[in-house]
């Protein structure tokens, strides 16, 4: 079949963002991207944490992102089946249940003292995280026309950045901060019984929430106006029924770069506050706060990519902003002080949009498939597990050159939202 123009060549603005029996639904879901980020960051935390209080490697440390991103990769499919099987609100209290339970083992992992123990509440932790991820996304895309979708996608994601800013907040004032920080895991355990009770008490709401009933956005039948906008011609469901997920080679391009997405920013994340440490001569709790505001900067691109959507391509601004990334990593590799420093910074601003638009242009017109292909997409994110080990090998001899290692994914990245996110 012939290539055709992929519907985010600019989505009308007259398209609605959503409906209003759909806000009540859309601000909850919302809410669940702060949650997984708080969680996530709080990660790259407890790496420098571990590092001081249970004496291992910075490529030991990086295994606790191997126990949060490997999860993913176990509990993508599985949490797709859940979704198809019970619905969206189910698998939102399902997501919201491994969570609390994940958190409140940090209880016997820290009166162990063990760093396996802690990988293995990590890992119970983030298979929530991951059907919470499986979940929203396309939760999120069936809350209005298939055309606005990336818009709510990368709004629902700017409070996954809010999250992401609470996370080393929470982490420094309670982890890195203050006597606990010689040996003493109590705060950690306070911490995330604290993390486990709230998340407890959100799943109880959530279940007296009424969902209004949805029909998927991208499994809609089209009108023949919206062939002329780049869409296919026919129904949705016509083209996918002909073809497997895997046929479809937009979906394929979308999964590796996703992939490698996740991998830069695991990476990037766990040796932020190495580096501020190392090569700024901070404090742990400078750095942490430092840290913060890094997530600042990509709630802020999130924001500011939700607006620029409106008038450019979302699959040329991720083009742009990935070849942005590229020359920030050149940067920080060079250790120029505050200029490689303010760089570093910068990589988040620019990661922002990826996750988000990497996603919604991957199950674009996929129809029945979508819900398979979003767990995938999902599993995707166990590109996050493998990347801070490498760089963690690197980062042992010089933790500048290990910022190298980005650059290859970010290029990949490049070359999907210039060339492969067509639909064929």
Known sequence: MQSVANSTLGAPTSVPFTEKKYIPTLIFVSSLFMLWAIAITMGDVLNKHFQNVLNVSKAQSGLVQFSIFGAYAVMGIPAGLFMKRFGYKKGVLLGLSLYAIGAFLFVPAANAASFSFFRGALFVLACGL????????????????QRTSDQRLNFAQSFNGL????????????????PHTDGDLSSVKLLYVGIGSTILAIAVAFSFVKVPA???????????AETEAGFYSGTAEEVPAARTLFQHPHFRWAWLAQFLNVAAQGGTWAFFINYGVEKMHLSDAAAAG?????????????????????????????????LANVLMCIVVAQSWGWVSFGALLLINFFFSIMFPTIFSLGIKDLG???????????MAVAGGAVFPYLMGKVANH???AAYYLPIICYLFIALFGARLYRLR
Do not use: W
């Open 130 to 145: 991951a059907t919470l991820e499986a979940v929203a996304h396309p939760f999120m895309a069936a809350l209005g026309d």
């Open 368 to 378: 029945r498939h979508t819900p398979q292909a979003s767990s995938i997409l999902v």
């Open 290 to 322: 430092y840290f913060s505001l890094f997530m600042v900067l990509m709630m802020l691109g999130r924001f500011v990519g939700t607006f620029l959507m409106r008038y450019i391509a979302p699959n040329k601004l991720l083009t742009a902003f990935a």
């Open 163 to 178: 999250g992401a800013v609470v996370g080393p907040l929470l982490g420094s004032y309670f982890i890195l901060s203050g």
């Open 214 to 224: 949805l029909q998927d956005a991208h499994g809609a039948p089209l009108a023949p």
């Open 398 to 400: 010089d933790i500048a």
